[in-house]
Nanobody, 121 residues
Framework: QVQLVESGGGLVQAGGSLRLSCAASGTIISIDSMGWYRQAPGKQRELVADITSIGITNYQDSVKGRFTISRDNVQNTVYLQMNSLKPDDTAVYSC???????????????WGPGTEVTVSS
């Protein structure tokens, strides 16, 4: 089986920074894309940023220049460095990864349970 676990969320003042981590573990053969999504109260889940296995990144316009996604392919971990945080960034942040697992013997998308980020004004 495969598990994704996020960490690093919390309460921060506007203008502050947080670094989120998401570690994948289990019967992993290979990981393709990894990404961060967020869902604010009363809103739909949206893509924040994603990164391919070779490091090509993509960002939502509202976080460009403030957030940086990166990954460690040895540790099977994806990070999201969030700077200049705004109250509008308040949400539950979840990671998603496309993983080839020995258990399923096929590619599949896996989600972590999420970590809460609250930005106070």
């Amino acid at each position: 089986q495969v598990q994704l676990v996020e960490s690093g969320g919390g309460l921060v003042q506007a203008g502050g920074s947080l670094r989120l981590s998401c570690a994948a573990s289990g019967t992993i053969i290979s990981i393709d894309s990894m990404g961060w999504y967020r869902q604010a109260p009363g809103k739909q889940r949206e893509l924040v940023a994603d990164i391919t296995s070779i490091g090509i990144t993509n960002y939502q316009d509202s976080v460009k220049g403030r957030f940086t996604i990166s990954r460690d392919n040895v540790q099977n971990t994806v990070y999201l460095q969030m700077n200049s945080l705004k109250p509008d960034d308040t949400a539950v942040y979840s990671c998603k990864a496309k993983i080839l697992s020995r258990h399923r013997r096929s590619w599949g998308y896996y989600w972590g349970p999420g970590t809460e980020v609250t930005v106070s004004s």
